[in-house]
């Protein structure tokens, strides 16, 4: 028998989410003139003539990654898919307009079950004013997996990418931050005292903000229409996914500056900083690293300040700083300390 040559094997978390939708990125530079920017914003932009751009954005749950059906109700993950696609749209400035639905089952999934999903998605097309106009079904060997493709547009003179910060520029978010990681804990911890004993009752009160943080996200389009009453189109944005610190790190990278970040400017709900610390996680850690929340980041001239002031849910946590200085934190013991991205362990 022949000995099998050894082949290289890179494994993939090597490389990371990021490191491996790079080397994608550079073997696709696209090459009609319409497509004016492919992979690396939260959405691609199209121009198909016109005063608007098109936006496509793409995102997929899969259970046992993205969800747990032991504690996520059917409806609020249907909203939650549709959700956190608008949210794409709306951090490139855009409104979204439809979207596609595609569905792997298996048949441990009723109608009924399907349905409810269903309801959660046509709660999302009235709230978010957008349409589905398609999809695909298909047959998995087990669990659920929901892929679902965002279309929007924005005038193109009111486009934002992550790319377009300046020095000095100030760093701003839409609401409070770490909620919907502090409400994954509560409901995972909640899971874990079930299983032992199936008797008892989840102990979920008070925590209504947090766990509706987790289960049923909003994609911040009302900000978006807001900034546009305001006349502030902001330098830079992004929505915030994966957590603070991740995507300020995408801003900064695109945009070839460095941050600093007030650690006492940096907006929590009370019942996020109470359950962090109950649960002895550093309520800053909750907030930089805890992802999910789908506020948007985004940066504005410092002469746009007076106008953003005119609305309370918009919180300054920093400021530009150039490329040399990094991405800072200066915590509230005026340490400064460098923000690291934790990024994503999928793999
Ligand atoms: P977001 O967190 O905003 O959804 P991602 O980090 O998922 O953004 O994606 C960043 C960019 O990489 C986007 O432009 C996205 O379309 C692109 N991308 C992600 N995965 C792939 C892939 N497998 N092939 C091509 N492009 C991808
Ligand atoms: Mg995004």
């Known amino acids: 028998m022949q000995k099998k040559t050894e082949q290289q094997r890179t494994e993939l978390k090597d490389l990371g989410e990021f490191g491996l939708i790079r080397r994608i990125q550079q073997q696709f530079a696209p090459k009609h003139s319409e497509s004016v920017l492919g992979i690396g914003d939260d959405a691609a932009v199209i121009d198909t003539g016109g005063e608007n751009y098109t936006l496509v954005s793409t995102d997929m749950l899969v259970e046992g990654i993205h969800f747990d059906l032991s504690y996520v109700p059917l409806k609020h993950l249907g909203y939650k898919a549709v959700a956190v696609n608008v949210s794409d749209i709306a951090a490139m400035n855009g409104t979204p307009k439809q979207f596609t639905v595609s569905l792997g089952l298996s048949n441990r999934f009723p109608l009924e079950a399907i349905d409810e999903l269903y309801a959660g998605i046509k709660h999302a097309c009235s709230n978010y004013n957008i349409d589905l106009v398609g999809g695909d079904t298909t047959s998995t060997r087990a669990g659920l997996v929901i892929s679902i493709t965002a279309i929007g ?10 790319k377009g910060c300046q020095e000095n520029e100030l760093i701003c978010v839409s609401g409070d931050l770490g909620g919907a990681y502090m409400g ?36 911040r389009t009302d900000m978006v229409y807001e900034l546009r009453e305001l006349g502030v189109v902001p330098t830079s944005m992004i929505d915030i996914s994966d957590g603070l610190a991740s995507e300020l790190m995408h801003l900064c990278s695109q945009s070839e500056v460095g941050a600093i970040l007030y650690e006492e400017h940096l907006p ?24 999910e929340d789908y506020e948007l980041l985004f940066t504005v001239k410092q002469e746009d300040y007076d106008k953003i002031k005119q609305n309370a849910e918009i919180i300054e946590i920093g400021y530009v700083l150039p490329k040399e200085k990094g991405v800072v934190l200066k915590t509230k013991g005026e340490q400064i300390v460098p923000i690291t991205a934790q990024g994503w362990k999928h793999f």
């Open 153 to 162: 547009e924005v005038k193109k003179d009111q486009i934002v990418y992550r």
């Open 184 to 219: 994954l804990q509560v409901l995972e911890r909640e899971k874990q005292v079930f299983m032992a004993n199936p008797d008892m009752q989840p102990e979920l009160d008070g925590k209504d903000y947090i766990v509706r943080r987790q289960l049923k996200p909003e994609a």
């Open 268 to 291: 929590i709900a009370k019942v996020t900083y109470d359950t962090s610390v109950e649960l002895n996680i550093d309520p800053t850690t909750s907030m930089l690293n805890g992802g």
